[in-house]
């Protein structure tokens, strides 16, 4: 992109980079000045971003219709992240205001983390640290392996993937790899599509009711908001597992803490929770049968470097007039800001 005589702000209004250098070196080709914040207050993201042209921001910060109505000059938000379910979509469209999301950056490492996770819970690996750091294998020798009962293993189970998109489509590449039978549920996905990857699509209870390793990767929206809920959880096998590196409101945790203190199902692998970081006295965090991570699992140095590098193009090509790769909501790019045609 060339420069030109136009002169752009662009916020980052929340970030977890310790600076905004590379969003300053990508952006600066444009003409564009770029400042850094760690705003998520309502009335601090008005006053930061009310100048802005363009605006960068995390998964979680809250752009709510009062502070998008706020926008002066805006003409693209884009999210560092897969999940845009903070954003109010709609106010923005009716702003003129193009959202992007960054879905492509993360994509290996969420369903490696996700497969890390399925083979933590089935090999009971966090127990079986413990039983060799307290001393339990010195006490009773061979027999400590009982301590870890039941173990299990993935070959000829079936895994249950709830989101057939790119992390899906990934998660189920790993666990055939395993010589796992794969289903997925996803209602936006062609059983012909699925079919291509050898998995089948079939019913959201049809997959909880037969998997023995459930995967949660699915985007969060008001449809998908607490999609496994009580009757859900209460239709898998006592000896399943279930895994969630998406969002943590996708499930309702009370009915995921109420099935696993009751010992109805085997286990959970969380890397996301419905509150982050939990109350520390939720009883989730007291359970055995439980592993977490603390929403690391899009994290590498590759993937935070592409996630920046990607955020800022999309701004760039906004502000220039060029069509974003990823919008939400295409249709705001009609009525809204075009600085350079």
Not at 9 to 30: C, M, R, T, Y
Not at 35 to 57: P, V
Not at 187 to 208: H, I, N, W
Not at 250 to 273: C, P, S, Y
């Amino acid at each position: 992109m060339s420069a030109n005589a136009h002169k752009f702000e662009v916020v980052i209004a929340n970030s977890e980079f310790p600076d905004g250098d590379l969003e300053q070196e990508i952006l600066g080709k444009i003409g564009a000045t770029v400042k850094k914040f760690q705003a998520y207050d309502l009335s601090e993201l008005q006053r930061i971003t009310k100048k802005a042209h363009g605006i960068i921001c995390t998964y979680d910060a809250p752009f709510t219709k009062e502070v998008i109505s706020n926008f002066e000059n805006a003409s693209v938000l884009v999210v560092s992240a897969v999940g845009y379910d903070s954003i109010d979509v709609k106010a923005a469209t009716e702003k003129g205001v193009v959202v992007c999301n960054v879905p492509d950056y993360m994509t290996f490492e969420v369903a490696e983390h996700t497969l890390a996770l399925v083979l933590a819970l089935i090999r009971r690996l966090p127990l079986a640290d413990r039983v060799v750091r307290t001393g339990e294998w010195a006490t009773y020798g061979p027999l400590s392996w009982t301590r870890l009962r039941p173990l299990s293993h993935l070959d000829g189970r079936v895994a249950g993937i709830v989101g057939f998109g790119r992390i899906g489509r990934q998660v189920a590449d790993r666990l055939q790899a395993f010589r796992m039978r794969v289903i997925a549920y996803d209602p936006y996905v062609p059983k012909e599509k699925a079919a291509q990857r050898g998995v089948e699509l079939v019913s959201l209870d049809t997959l909880m009711r037969e998997s023995d390793v459930i995967t949660v990767n699915a985007l969060l929206s008001q449809e998908t908001r607490h999609l496994i809920g009580e009757e859900q959880v209460g239709l898998m096998k006592k000896n399943a597992i279930i895994v969630n590196t998406s969002r943590g409101k996708i499930m309702d945790q009370n009915a995921l803490v109420k099935a696993l203190l009751e010992q109805r199902i085997a286990g959970a692998g969380l890397d996301v929770l419905e509150r982050e970081p939990p109350d520390p006295n939720d009883p989730l965090l007291k359970l055995e049968n439980v592993i977490f991570t603390p929403h690391v699992g899009s994290t590498s140095e590759k993937s935070y470097n592409e996630l920046r590098k990607m955020a800022a193009e999309e701004v760039a090509r906004v502000l220039t007039g060029e069509p974003p790769r990823h919008p939400i909501n295409p249709e705001a790019l009609k009525i809204g800001r075009l600085f350079v045609r």
